[in-house]
């Protein structure tokens, strides 16, 4: 069966400083894989997609950036931290096909001091 | 612009029935999910409709209208386990994954 994982779970980092939150989907080959940030009481939006190992999609222009170095791996990375990059991130897989359902990591709630 | 639009918020009590509006406008149409996310974790899949109709699945319920760009998740014998947020998402004709903000459903005793 399928499984995505996310981590870490927390963390509290000051303005300025880096980030990286990593996601690893075992049990399928090539999956489409996202980063989305839910802020407070709001919807998902969605930050990055890939389709493939070095393809990323960014859909909102921030200091934020993704990676894919390995088909199953999807990275969220940030140089400098803005006190509006907290939030809860999420990562989520899908099959490649167009349709079908997304499957959900179990998120990563970033506070900035 | 793309858009789809869920109440906030809605409250019903233990044993009811609750019904939760979603109407989209997206370009072109590719299927529609509803998922339930409980406070602090991450979203969980419930349904997924592309035809028009009615999908049930235990309590869980969920109908399509294409034409009418709507939908609905419909709660049976609501239980205070069921208080969570509710988001409602289609796809558009791009693939893209358009997201409501999701409602918040709270069960009162």
């Known amino acids: 069966s399928q499984t995505i994982h996310q981590w870490p779970a927390t963390l509290v980092q000051p303005v300025g400083s880096p980030l990286s939150l990593e996601c690893t989907v075992e049990g399928t080959s090539n999956p489409n894989l996202y980063w989305y940030r839910q802020a407070a009481g709001r919807g998902l939006q969605l930050l990055f997609y890939s389709v493939g190992i070095g393809q990323i999609s960014s859909e909102v222009p921030q200091n934020l950036s993704a990676s894919r170095p390995q088909d199953r791996q999807f990275i969220l990375s940030s140089k400098k931290l803005l006190l509006s990059d907290s939030g809860f991130y999420l990562c989520a897989w899908k099959t490649g096909d167009h349709t079908g359902e997304l499957f959900f990591g179990e998120g990563s709630r970033l506070t900035v001091l | 612009g793309q858009n789809i639009d869920q109440p906030t918020e809605m409250t019903a009590t233990e044993g009811a029935i609750v019904q939760i509006n979603c109407t989209y406008q997206?370009?072109?149409?590719?299927?529609l999910f509803w998922y339930q996310q409980h406070a602090g974790e991450a979203p969980t899949f419930l349904s997924y409709?592309?035809l028009d109709g009615l999908e049930e699945k235990g309590r869980f319920s969920s109908f399509l209208s294409r034409s009418k760009g709507y939908s609905y998740l419909l709660l049976k014998e609501l239980q205070m386990k069921d208080s969570a947020s509710y988001l409602c998402a289609a796809w558009d004709s791009n693939y893209q994954l358009i997201w409501g903000a999701g409602t918040k459903l709270i069960i009162k005793p």
């Open positions: 997206t370009s072109g149409f590719n299927g």
């Open positions: 409709n592309v």
